[in-house]
C-alpha cells in the first residue's frame, strides 16, 4: 500500500512529496495539469524559503532579493535581509525545480484528478488509489478542503483578489518593490535580466491595466506592453476549520490563507510539507492541526494586523510614513517574516 497520496503537484504537493521519499516513504502524487503550472503569485521567495528549497536539494535561478522596500508616492522605506538574500524567480522555473527533484528521487506523477476521497480506519481512496495517508494540497479553493467539510465560514472582511503579469524591462532594484495606493498595493519583482514581474492585490475586480493606472510613478517604469498575460486568483482570504480529518491533512493553499500582503505562501507551504510528513512519519495525524497552527502563529497575526491597518480609511495612508520614521520597527517586521 502507498504510504502517502498527494493530491496536486503545485509547489506544496512536490515539496511534501520530497520530504515524504527522503524519510523513505513510498509516494505518489496525482496531478491533472501538465507542468510546469503558472499561477497568479508574486514570485519573491523570502530567505526562509530560499533555506526550506535548499535543504530539499531545489536550487532555483531568478535574482537575489536584498530586502523590501515600501512605497505610496511621496515616501518610501526599506528594510534589509539580515539572514541572507531571498530570491525572485517564475513561479515556472520554481515548479520545474521542484518536480526535477522529485523525479530525481523517484516520485511517480500520475496525470489524474483525486476525485471523491473515501476514509477507512486505517487508509484512504482517491484517484483510484490506496494509501495509508492523503495530502491535500489541491490549492487555494481546495475540492477536497470543501468535501471534507472544512471550510470555515466566510467572514465580513472585503474579499481581495491578486493580478500578475510580467515585463520586459531591466529590473531597476534589488528589493521587492510594495507600491501603495487608497486601495491597492502592486509588488514588484525583479524574476530575470530583463523581466519584473508585477503583481496587484486589490478589492476591486477590474483589469489588470485600469489598476495598475493607480499607480503613475510604476506605469511610467513599465513598458506599455506586458510580456505575460494576466493571471487572476481570488478571493484570498480561506478560513479553515482544521487541517486534518482522519488521515487526510491539508497542506499549502489548501491549509488556509489569510492574504498575499505578506508574501510568505511559499514558505509556509514548506514548512507545512514538513510538519505534515512528520505526523504522518509518527503516525499521528492528530497532531498536525497543532503545529501547523503553531508554526503559522506569527505570520497569520501579523497579515491580519496590517489587512485590519490598510481596510480601515484613516491608518491607511499612514502604513508608509510610519514604516519610513520608525525603521527599526519595520526592519524588525520584515525579518520576522522573513
Given amino acids: 500500500m502507498i504510504d502517502l497520496l498527494v493530491a496536486g503537484g503545485g509547489p506544496a504537493g512536490l515539496a511534501t512529496a520530497i520530504h515524504a521519499a527522503r524519510a523513505g516513504l513510498e509516494v505518489v502524487v496525482v496531478e491533472p495539469r501538465p507542468g510546469p503550472v503558472d499561477k497568479a503569485c508574486g514570485e519573491g521567495l523570502m530567505p526562509a524559503a530560499v533555506g526550506a528549497l535548499a535543504d530539499l536539494g531545489v536550487h532555483v535561478g531568478g535574482l537575489p532579493l536584498r530586502g523590501i522596500r515600501y512605497l505610496d508616492g511621496r515616501r518610501q522605506a526599506e528594510a534589509f535581509f539580515r539572514t541572507g538574500p531571498g530570491r525572485g524567480v517564475r513561479r515556472t522555473e520554481l515548479h520545474a525545480a521542484l518536480a526535477g527533484r522529485a523525479a530525481d528521487l523517484g516520485v511517480p506523477v500520475l496525470p489524474r484528478k483525486a476525485g471523491e476521497v473515501r476514509q477507512e480506519s486505517d487508509r484512504v481512496h482517491a484517484a483510484g488509489l490506496t494509501a495509508r495517508y492523503l495530502a491535500a494540497a489541491d490549492g487555494l479553493h481546495s475540492p477536497i478542503r470543501r468535501a471534507l467539510g472544512l471550510t470555515g465560514p466566510p467572514d465580513r472582511a472585503p474579499a481581495r483578489y491578486g493580478l500578475r503579469r510580467h515585463f520586459a524591462v531591466a529590473p531597476w532594484t534589488d528589493c521587492v518593490e510594495v507600491h501603495w495606493s487608497g486601495r491597492a498595493e502592486a509588488y514588484v519583482t525583479p524574476v530575470g535580466p530583463r ?35 494576466a493571471r487572476g486568483a481570488g478571493p484570498l482570504r480561506q478560513p479553515v476549520r482544521g487541517r486534518a480529518l482522519g488521515r487526510v491533512l491539508l497542506v499549502g493553499d489548501a491549509a488556509g490563507y489569510v492574504d498575499a500582503l505578506t508574501g510568505e505562501g511559499v514558505s509556509l ?34 497579515t491580519a494586523g496590517l489587512l485590519r491597518v490598510r481596510a480601515a480609511p484613516l491608518l491607511a495612508g499612514r502604513i508608509v510614513p510610519a514604516a519610513a520614521r520608525l525603521p527599526a520597527v519595520f526592519g524588525a517586521v520584515v525579518n520576522g517574516l522573513a
Fill in 269 to 302: 507551504a514548506l514548512r507545512g510539507a514538513a510538519h505534515l510528513v512528520r505526523c504522518v512519519l509518527a503516525d499521528r495525524p492528530e497532531e498536525y492541526d497543532r503545529a501547523w497552527r503553531a508554526m503559522s502563529r506569527r505570520h497569520r497575526a501579523l
Fill in 195 to 229: 523581466l519584473v514581474g508585477v503583481a496587484l492585490l486589490t478589492c476591486e475586480r477590474a483589469p489588470f491595466d485600469r489598476q495598475l493606472a493607480a499607480f503613475p510613478r510604476l506605469a511610467a517604469r513599465l513598458p506599455a506592453v506586458a510580456a505575460t498575460p
